[in-house]
């Protein structure tokens, strides 16, 4: 894996390379083969004006980001992974998050592939292919936000522009053993990102370390983060086996358990944490969730008029909306309410709660690709893939995966996570606890 985003501006700042060097060799790694099908739409000329024009001391220097298909980036069309938007008018300016990259100093090198519509944690696309897992081609790459983890693995962007609605940060970033940070979702605006859910849905990035990732939180959210400089041992910690840890498979295990007892060696107090609200979750989401009918609100006409253009399971699962009802929305709303009321509470004197991104490997791109006779496949990897992260969607609350898995190991993910607006504390945590695994390997 190429050096992180600070290592490269080290470099430009040292004049051991230039900004025009920079994003050649993120130009040329995008149209590598590792990189079919990552890209929707490239913008290399562009990002090639954007890297000379950049300020050298600017955040970003010059170096390359890549944006998902959903966000609005000023004269292009917004398809979000889709063709039925293909030809839809063109955004007349810069999604925030993205014109907040661009003049950080970022140099836009294109939109990245997605699940159609943000609607699935596995990856698959079948209008534009699916990329392969930078890791092991044979295997999916996580969705939703495929495109912009594969990206980030293979060297063709610093920052991976995404969004997070139940794990689309997340999940790829622990399939492609780098790291994805779901910030509290208010702290960065949403405007012109093309909805799932509009109660769950968050903007973040993709990104080699964690010190990347703080860096692209605080130009995302334009404020500072407080990290700390607390030893690992400064910390209260916990695991919790709730959820979590069903159907996890042995390696994914392993891994995770290995994981905490480095942490535990380098000095991090953890803690077994008990709970049982969790485990109310499916009861709660038992008439649908919010994903579904506020998609289906957004997509309804569209169906109407386009839905033979929609990928089939995409389209199966937005139509799942159509039938909640006004009153069952209304009790979701106040039960989840309760919910984060009820958990809140139970995380209090906690800094990070530890757990399994998710609890399986990547599957395999056979077992998963578009076909009504691996529609069960899917299905029960999808939901294996989003249950774990988008407990801390339902949460309103903040989780970074970072990786935890041993030489030569398939990507595992580890999630530090707490309630929202715990941001700093997490991502402190997790700088600790990314160099901690790092030195024991």
Not at 321 to 349: C, F, H, N, P, V
Request: aromatic share 6%.
């Amino acid at each position: 894996m190429r050096p992180d985003l600070h290592a490269a501006r080290l470099a430009l700042a040292t004049g051991a390379n230039d900004a025009q060097a920079e994003i050649e060799a993120c130009i040329e790694a995008a149209g590598s083969s590792r990189c079919e099908h990552v890209f929707t739409r490239t913008m290399f000329d562009g990002a090639r004006q954007e890297a000379s024009a950049a300020w050298p001391q600017s955040p970003l220097g010059g170096l390359a980001f890549s944006a998902k298909d959903l966000f609005d980036v000023a004269g292009q069309p917004t398809p979000a992974g889709s063709v039925v938007l293909a030809h839809s008018p063109a955004a007349p300016q810069d999604a925030p998050a993205v014109a907040r990259l661009r003049a950080a100093g970022g140099a836009l090198i294109g939109r990245t592939n997605m699940t159609e519509f943000a609607f699935s944690g596995v990856g698959v696309n079948p209008h534009h292919g699916t990329p392969a897992n930078a890791h092991d081609p044979s295997r999916v790459p996580g969705g939703s936000s495929s495109g912009a983890a594969v990206s980030v693995a293979t060297g063709a962007a610093y920052i991976g522009l995404g969004s997070d609605t139940g794990g689309s940060l997340r999940i790829p970033a622990a399939l492609n053993g780098i790291v994805g940070f779901k910030g509290t979702a208010r702290l960065v605006p949403t405007d012109g990102a093309l909805p799932l859910s509009t109660t769950l849905d968050t903007v973040g990035a993709i990104t080699r370390s964690v010190r990347d990732a703080i860096v692209a939180h605080e130009i995302l959210a334009a404020r500072r983060v407080t990290a700390g400089s607390a030893p690992l041992s400064g910390y209260r910690l916990a695991v919790v086996k709730e959820l979590f840890f069903d159907g996890i498979e042995a390696e994914v295990a392993t891994s995770f358990e290995q994981a905490i007892g480095r942490l535990r060696s380098a000095g991090a107090r953890i803690e077994d944490l008990s709970l049982p609200a969790l485990t109310d979750l499916p009861s709660i989401n038992a008439s649908g969730g919010f994903s579904a009918p506020e998609a289906y609100a957004w997509h309804r006409l569209l169906l109407e008029r386009s839905g033979a253009g929609y990928d089939p399971r995409v389209a199966q699962r937005i139509l799942k909306g159509a039938t909640m009802s006004a009153y069952e929305y209304i009790e979701l709303t106040r039960a989840r309410r309760s919910w984060i009321d009820k958990m809140e509470q139970a995380l209090t004197g906690f800094d990070a709660i530890l757990s399994p991104t998710v609890p399986i490997l990547a599957p395999s791109l056979a077992s998963v690709a578009p076909g009504e006779e691996r529609d069960d496949a899917f299905f029960r990897a999808n939901g294996l893939l989003l249950r774990n992260p988008s407990a801390i969607n339902m949460l309103d609350g903040c989780a970074i995966s970072i990786p935890c898995h041993g030489p030569g190991e398939q990507p595992v993910g580890l999630m530090l996570w707490h309630a929202a607006l715990h941001d700093d504390a997490v991502l402190a945590v997790a700088l600790q606890a990314e160099q901690a695994l790092r030195n024991q390997e």
